[in-house]
């Protein structure tokens, strides 16, 4: 059993910049793919970024170069470093983590973009 719990949302201007941080913790062997997904008011959840087991990353057109996303293996945390924020990325921001074939979701966080 994988728990997710995230951080680091909040309210900031355009052009401003977050960082999200996803702990997993429990009883569990390894976690292997991480990510982060987004969901809008009124809207489908989207994937936003992705680091599979090899450190390879993978992301949405729409926050390629703003986006990075890193994983701390030996803590088994995810990271999401937003830069020149925009109001379309207001959304709550979930983690995902896949342990021995098993989906988990964290709870979520809001991130908020004013113009």
């Known amino acids: 059993q994988v728990q997710l719990v995230e951080s680091g949302g909040g309210l900031v201007q355009a052009g401003g910049s977050l960082r999200l941080s996803c702990a997993a913790s429990?009883?569990?062997?390894?976690?292997?793919?991480m990510g982060w997904y987004r969901q809008a008011p009124g809207k489908q959840r989207e994937v936003v970024a992705t680091?599979?087991?090899?450190?390879?990353?993978d992301y949405a057109e729409s926050v390629k170069g703003r986006f990075t996303i890193s994983r701390d293996s030996a803590k088994n945390t995810v990271y999401l470093q937003m830069n020149s924020l925009k109001p379309e990325d207001t959304a709550v921001y979930y983690c995902?983590?896949?342990?021995?074939?098993?989906?988990?979701w964290g709870q979520g966080t809001q991130v908020t973009v004013s113009s």
């Open positions: 680091v599979f087991n090899d450190g390879a990353t």
């Open positions: 995902r983590a896949i342990s021995v074939g098993i989906l988990y």
């Open positions: 429990g009883n569990f062997v390894s976690v292997n793919t």
